[in-house]
């Protein structure tokens, strides 16, 4: 049987730090919605298996804002999470023999503070500190798979960097950040780097964008 | 006949191998796993059961989550159990509802 990996979303939603510090008193929050619904999944080996068809929908606040002259307060709160599998039916008989699951909740709020360290070349620097707060359930629905956060407290320290650019007569910036996660838990700890470049489109409507994230267990 | 052996084999890309013997004991009905069985341990939840159908659970024995991955052991399973009761074992992610593995009874 062939299944194909069924990837929805409706929106991302990054935790994505800028190096450009907000003046006190300012700063920006957006809502966030996206969805992921999965057929399939990667084994230990590499490979794909389908399973029973689950869903992840979540929705969050984003914000910003400046608390000092050289100090950002950022917050990331997924405020709704659903995370859900579908029900499963017989092919031959139409029974159900697993009803549809489903498990309602908060997530892992983020609470982090930026630092703008200043200016060199026209590249910004900043550093953060991000505290990941455990708010949601590792443990949840009715056989304890259905978590919506995973336990444990994340410590992110990173550093910050970017800049703006031109290409021909059009503005374009690019943000970088390399940054350690100390995980609690028994969770490996990690080493982040991350790139992004993005210009703005049709009067600062439409913003274009693509970035690298990677991960690296340590 | 008292006894079954035969293979445990992987349904899926997850390691799963190993002989095992069901046989009729004193105290009751125990399954043996070899000395050559190997699981993976990546499953969150990986559970073995006897059933009748090698396609689902429904209707199958739970006889619990697994914990061993490596080596020999055993399961004594209860009384009311009779040899020839399920023609299969069954290796399940239960909290994903996926298939692992499989191991015929008897025919």
Redesign the interface.
Known sequence: MKKSLSLLFLCSSLLVHSQWIKEKGTGYAKLGSWSLLANQHFTDQGLTDPNSTRGLFINSIYGEIGIGKKINLIAYLPFFVKNYQFAQISKTTGKVYEPRQVFNGLGDFNLGLEYGLGQLNNWNFSATVTFGIPSGKSVAGVDGSYQTGDGEFNQLIQVNTGKSYTLGNHAFYFKSYLGYNNRSQGFSDEFHSFGETGTQLFNSKLLILTRLHWIKPL | MTSFSGKVVSK????LEGGFTLARESDGLVLYLDEDYRA?T?L??LYIYLSNNAN?T?GAYEIGAVTFFNGAHSYTLPNSIELMDYKYILYW??????KVGEAKIYD
């Open positions: 899926s890309s997850y390691r993976s990546a969150p939840g689902t429904a992610c239960k909290p994903f509802n996926v």
